[in-house]
């Protein structure tokens, strides 16, 4: 039996189906929506002179620097293949950067010069994944990396010359540890690790000392270090040992056990914690509701919060980086319909300065709201997730797309989604759900998810189908559902389990054969394998249940259209995931729409190959859906 939905969804979808608050929207070009934000990624120098961005260059994001107060930039990289999309200063003079080969997630790391000279690749091994440790802020020409060079499926640790490229191992992973943490002086003190079931913390006091285990907990439960104390004795981190909900924590991990109980919320998990490194002082405390919420720890950081809050008025406000002395801060404004801009505060003149819009093409006030929502599951549990409806067309009786976010052990969040954006534009409501198993809601909404792939995980987002129907919201003989990844997997199992509720489906890069998915995960993902068979299941032990929720096993029962893409590359859902579908469909004498391009890995970042898979994507939809096509 389905429950009555709480008195907050009757509110909410009250104040939907109010009468229309908007004119009818315009067709908003397909490439606004998914092209190359104009600047992004802001950070500053820690002396506050430059400020670096990420800007296209030749239809890729590159890397160009500034100085402040003026609007000339140099460009210091050149990348024609795929976007720079993670980078950091490294001292005032050096940028350091990561970047992949179409899409296998093997990370390299680069380093240049703030003028654009003296380009030097740090880690050149083939097949190695290269991860930022520590930058070592106070050491002008070393960091910490770790890298799986020696075992594919082992990150050991390495002290790099930014200069020379020069390294040497400092520590050597036994084939357990997954993370690497260090104290304020850049030691590495602790490393968390696993065997798939159990998890471990370990401890020393200082470099010259083994490692030693000081906690040992099953994988269900978790202390997750997020910094050490400032006399580095100690460390914070987000536990929920011994409760439901991951609070935030004082721990003494030299002895293994909490000292203080920081803080905690009857809802959520919370996991977020930040600190002046200047000041040495804690500063606010962050987690997620149905948005992002702050608690406060901090005078100074508070009254900074809401001098700016204050003159951008309804944005989320969001402070991504400062200078060295704290005096200088980049801010990021965004909101559902927006991703906002950047600005430069000066605490020294109590200025304010906008130093860019992100995506000034698009016009806010022609997006459409997206509205946290509730509805409960046929067993019970409370689903939150999000509507967004579009502009100018009354909540009734709509073309709808259910978009199960990837993980599954994720969740969605309220903010602007160009996806989301898109489909509304084109005259599609979309319902987006935290199905059980999503992250942010405790321990016990995330254990029932387990062994629950095409179940009950799937049940909740039927659940929500049928919630917009009962509510008029939907017109039951037009819902869609599209998904990445898990997601992917979702939109499979919805169209084959329950064929009758959808009338066409999008995969992106989605799970079809649980057998081989399990077979093909990535070398450096070995030590989650048996975390993995409690979570989803074993292909031995639990044969029967993999059968029973492989879609590709149950291709006949499909009634509904079906478009799937995919990268070749991607190391996370192989290409013989979407491959096999297509084929066990064709076995069939069914036709099905598949785009694979052979640049890309789990999902699309080359602009073009975006442009041809959600143009793809909006004929699909309008001539299932019955929705706008651009002409």
Known sequence: ??????????????????????????????????????????????????????????????????????????????????????????????????????????????????????????TPAEKVRAEVVDDLENIDDEMLISMNQRDPAAFDVYRINLKTGDMKMIAENPGNIMGWITDHDGKLRMAAGSDGVNSVLMYRDDESQPFREVLSTNFRDAVDPLFFTFDNKYIYASSNLNRDKAAIVKFDIANGKELEMMYENPDVDVSGLSYSKKRKVLTAISYTTDKRKLKFLDKIAEDRYNRIKKELGDYEVVITGTNKDEDKFLVRTYSDRSLGAYYFYDMNTDKLTKVAEVSPWINEKELSIQKPVQYTSRDGLTINGYLTLPNGKEAKNLPVVINPHGGPWARDNWGYNPEIQFLANRGYAVLQMNFRGSTGYGKKFWEASFREWGLKM??????????????????????????????????????????????????????????????????????FRKMMYEMVGDPEKDKELFEKVSPVFHADKIKAPLFIAQGRKDPRVNVDESDQMVDALKKRGIEVEYMVKDNEGHGFRNQENRYDFYGAMEKFFGKYLGGNVAP
Not at 46 to 53: A, H, R, V
Not at 59 to 66: E, G, P
Not at 84 to 109: C, H, M, P
């Open 458 to 527: 799937q049940d909740d987002i039927s659940d929500g189908v049928k919630w917009l129907v009962d509510q008029g919201i939907a017109d039951p003989k037009k819902v869609a559902i599209y998904g990445g990844s898990y997601g992917g997997y979702a939109t499979l199992a919805g169209i084959t389990y329950t064929p009758d509720l959808y009338t066409c489906a999008v995969d992106y890069v989605g799970v079809s054969n649980m057998f081989t998915f399990m077979k093909t995960i990535p070398p450096y993902w070995e030590p």
């Open 1 to 122: 039996m389905y429950k009555k939905i709480s008195y907050l969804s009757v509110f909410i979808l009250l104040s939907l189906m109010t009468t229309q608050l908007f004119a009818q929207t315009p067709l908003i070009p397909l490439k606004d929506f998914f092209r190359n934000p104009e600047k992004t990624g802001y950070q500053i120098s820690p002396d506050g002179k430059y400020f670096s961005y990420l800007a296209p260059w030749e239809n890729r994001l590159n890397i160009f620097i500034q100085e402040a107060g003026t609007d000339k930039a140099v460009r210091v990289t050149e990348a024609t293949e795929r976007d720079i999309t993670s980078y950091f200063w490294k001292g005032n003079n050096r940028i350091v950067y990561a970047q992949d080969k179409g899409g296998d997630e093997n990370f390299k790391l680069f380093s240049v010069e703030r003028d654009g000279k003296n380009l030097k690749m740090l």
